[in-house]
T-cell receptor
Framework: NAGVTQTPKFRILKIGQSMTLQCTQDMNHNYMYWYRQDPGMGLKLIYYSVGAGITDKGEVPNGYNVSRSTTEDFPLRLELAAPSQTSVYFC?????????????FGSGTQLSVL | GENVEQHPSTLSVQEGDSAVIKCTYSDSASNYFPWYKQELGKGPQLIIDIRSNVGEKKDQRIAVTLNKTAKHFSLHITETQPEDSAVYFCAASIRLNSGYSTLTFGKGTMLLVSP
């Protein structure tokens, strides 16, 4: 199994540009998440989804948007990129049943906004 | 909201020594405490987890202990090897305003095991 796949792996944006970070999982997980990781700051939750058509904000949602049209895909959209969005972005998924919360992470997208 | 503190931020040990990483949490409702290992250029990977109804769990050279009264939990790695070098994150479950639960993470510990 491929698990959680993120594309692209690296990207450089200019201030004000937009882009979509892609995430897909093949484990039939119902929950999906987007985190950002800044040096020395751990992982911060941006958005999450509990199933197709259902999304909600996490801890740091400003400047981002998401959609969940299928179980497999959970793209993250950056509109009007800003230097503060320079970070490593991780997509994750989990199967929520009986309280299980084991997250499976993708390999990340390193984004620089210049 | 939940706050997870993790110490130390960096830890250097000699191969064969033990390593201990400690975390504290603030929300007494947290009931799930996983540990993730992140190797360079990769996403975090779950290595061990513990639920609040258990005080200790062991998996080969890795063990986790939980003290619910004191709200702290620790990761213990024995007989460390160079391939244990990585960043380790602790996490605690939190309940969001929506009623769903997710994880909040500590800031990570960079473990360096020298041969």
């Amino acid at each position: 199994n491929a698990g959680v796949t993120q594309t692209p792996k690296f990207r450089i944006l200019k201030i004000g540009q937009s882009m979509t970070l892609q995430c897909t999982q093949d484990m039939n997980h119902n929950y999906m998440y987007w985190y950002r990781q800044d040096p020395g700051m751990g992982l911060k939750l941006i958005y999450y989804s509990v199933g197709a058509g259902i999304t909600d904000k996490g801890e740091v949602p400003n400047g981002y948007n998401v959609s969940r049209s299928t179980t497999e895909d959970f793209p993250l959209r950056l509109e009007l990129a800003a230097p503060s969005q320079t970070s490593v972005y991780f997509c994750a998924s989990s199967y929520r049943g009986a309280g299980a919360e084991k997250l499976f992470f993708g390999s990340g997208t390193q984004l620089s906004v210049l | 909201g939940e706050n997870v503190e993790q110490h130390p931020s960096t830890l250097s040990v000699q191969e064969g020594d033990s390593a201990v990483i400690k975390c504290t949490y603030s929300d007494s409702a947290s009931n799930y405490f996983p540990w993730y290992k992140q190797e360079l250029g990769k996403g975090p990977q779950l290595i061990i987890d513990i639920r609040s109804n258990v005080g200790e769990k062991k998996d080969q050279r890795i063990a986790v202990t939980l003290n619910k009264t004191a709200k702290h939990f620790s990761l213990h790695i024995t007989e460390t090897q160079p391939e244990d070098s990585a960043v380790y994150f602790c996490a605690a479950s939190i309940r969001l305003n929506s009623g769903y639960s997710t994880l909040t993470f500590g800031k990570g510990t960079m473990l360096l095991v020298s041969p």
